[in-house]
C-alpha cells in the first residue's frame, strides 16, 4: 500500500546514520514493531497484530527482523539492511528478541509497539534503561528528502482538490449531517489516490469550537460555519489540511474573527524559516490572535510535523526550543473556538527550506460562503 | 462509529466485575489507553495520536480519564463509571498518570498502549511490577452477551453477502490483479454497513500459500485458486470468514486437499463446545489434516478469539489449556499451503453456547468454481 523506496541502498544509509545517533546516545539496541520507524528503515510495516514482528537494531552488527513464519513471505531479506527470523507459532517471540538484545545496557523502542510486548519484554531485561526510539530515528525522518517532499506535495494537492469541491458547493452540505460529509469526503480522499483515510473532522456550528470533534448526526444548517478538517496517507506521506466554510452570508462576528484567524496563520507560515524555533512558530501565530483579543479562544498548539505519520515531530508548541531545518514539514493550524458559538482553523502543510517555507497547500484560505 | 451501549449501568457493572479480578490478582491500578479494553469499560475508544488519554482504574475508588482538554468535549463524565481529568497542550500527562497510579505496586497496562508512554512511566515507577491488562479484562471479554453476540452476527451476515456475491461470480477475478479485486472487497465491506475494513486478503494461485499475504499486483489467471479473507468493524464488532474460489473447473490435486480442509474446518467447529480446551478444538481440526498427509502443509493455529478486536483471547492454539465458555466467540480456520503451488483456507466465526456450537457465518462452505 505504501511506495517505500525499493532501492535497498537508501536503507542501509538511513542505518548507518541511526547508528551514529545510537553511539552518541549510548544506545546499544533499538527495537521498532509496528510504527513508522520500521518501514522507514526497512521498507517493511509490521501487521498491526497479536504476532510480534521486531526489527532488532544492535549498535553495532547485523539487524534481525523478527517475524511471524506466516508473515515471513510478505517481506525480503535485504543484505546490509536487516536479516529474517521467522517464529512459529508455539514459540515465544519476546524470548527471541530478549536474547538478540542481551548485555544491552540502554534500549530505544518505538513509540507505537504495543506496551504488551513491553510488559512480556521487561522480566527478561532487569536494570535495563528503556529510551524512546524517536531519540535517535526521529531527527532523520524529520528532515525530508526531495523524495518525501514530492510525496507530500502530492498528497498535499489531491487534499486541495477535494478542499476546491467543497469550496465550490459541490460538497452538498445543509441538510446532511456532519457524519453524512464526513463519510463523502473520506471516500473522495480515496477516490484522489490515497490508500488510507485518516481523519475526516467535519464540525457544524457549535460544534466547531470542539477542535477534535467526531463527526456525528448533527445536521448542517444554513447560515453557519462548518468546520472540515481532513486527510490521507498517499503513496506513504500523509496530507492534512483545514478549511471552514459557511452556509449562507457571513456574520459580521465570524468575519472579524476569520480575519484575524487568517492573519495569525500567514503570520505562522511565514515565520517558518530555517533556524527559527518551533515554538517562534508557535508564538508568530498565537501573537496575532492574542494582540486581537481571541487568546483565550486559541487552546492548543499551532502545528505538528508530518510525514510517514500524520503527527509526528517537530511540534509546533511553546516549550519547543528546536530550530527547524531544512525539509522539516509541519502544519500551521491556529484555531479559534467560542464555546456555544463557533470555532474556525484554518491549516497548511509548510515545509522549511532554505529558501524559506515552502507551502504545500493551495486552495483558497478565505472563508467561502457556499449559501 | 461504534455502537456503545449508552446505559452507564453496562460499565458500571463492568468495571465491577474487572475490581473482583484486580483484587483477585493483585492488581493496584489499571491503565488502559488506545485499544478494546478502554472502550469495552467506558465507551470511549481514544484517538490514537500522540496525545495520551488513559483511564485510571485504583482498585478501590474511583476511575479517572485523563483526557487532552481538546478531546475533552468528545466524552461525556459519567458517574460511576469515571471522571474526566482533561489537561492543556503544555502540561505533562505521564505525570499526571504517575501521580494518580502513586503507591502502587502491581500496575496492569492495556495491550495497545502506545509503549512510548510506558517507556515515559517507567521512570515516575520504580519498583513497580507490570503486567498486561488482559489478564483482568480479557476473561470478562471474551464471554460476550446476548448483545455482543448479535453484533457479530451481523457483522458475520454482512460479510457473508459478499461471499455469496463472490461465489456467484459477482465480483470479476479473471484478469483483475489481487489488488483491485481487495479494493472491491473493502468497498463492499463498507457498503454492507461496517464503518472500517480491517483487512481484505485476496491471494491467487501460489501466492495462496503465503497466509497472510499481501495483495498485489499479480493478476489473476483462468484455473487456478483465489483465496480470500476479509472483514471489517461494524457498529464496534468484527466480521471474518475465508472463503476460496476456483477459475476453472477445479483439478483433482487441489479439490482433494479442499475435501480434506472442508472436514478438518468442520471437525473444530463441531468440537467447539462448552468445556472443550482451545488446544483441543485446535487438535480437532489438525488431526484429520494430519491424517490425511497434509500436516506439514498446515502451518498456524486453528483460530483466534474475535469481538471488539479482530484478534483476541481465546486464541485456538495447541498449548492453550482454556476450556471454552458459554459467550466465548472464535474463527475456525483451517488451512493447507503447498509452496509454490497453491494455498487454501476456510474460515467461520463460532461462538461456544450451551446448545453447542453457534456458526455464525453461512455461505457456501464449498470450492466454488466461478469460471
Redesign the interface.
Known sequence: ?TAQPTDPAIYVDRLSRIRVAMEEQQIDTLLL?VGHDLPYLSGYPA?P??RLTMLVVPRDGDATMVI????A??VTEQAGVFGLLPWG??EDPTAIVAKLSAGSKRIA????????????L?PHMRGVE???A?DVVGPLRMAKDHAEIAALTAAGAAVDKIAGELQRGEIELIGRTEAQVSAELSRRILLEGHEKVNFAIVAAGENA??????AGSRVIEPNEIVLCDFGGTMAGYCSDTTRCVFTGEVTPDVAEAYAVLHEAQRAGVTAGTVGTTCEDVDRATRKVIDDAGFGDYF???TG?GIGME???DPYI???NTLPLEAGHAFSVEPGIYVPGKWGMRLEDIVVATPDGPLILNSSDRSLVSVA
Not at 469550537?209 to 467526531?214: K, T
Open positions: 500500500m514493531s501487521m497484530l497479536e511471524p513464519a506466516l508473515e513471505p510478505r507459532e508455539t523502542v518505538g513509540d507505537q509497539m504495543w506496551a504488551r510486548f513491553l510488559v512480556e521487561l528503556f529510551t524512546r524517536v469550537a470542539s477542535p477534535h470533534h467526531h487552546i492548543h498548539r505538528h500524520e503527527h509526528e508548541v511553546e516549550g
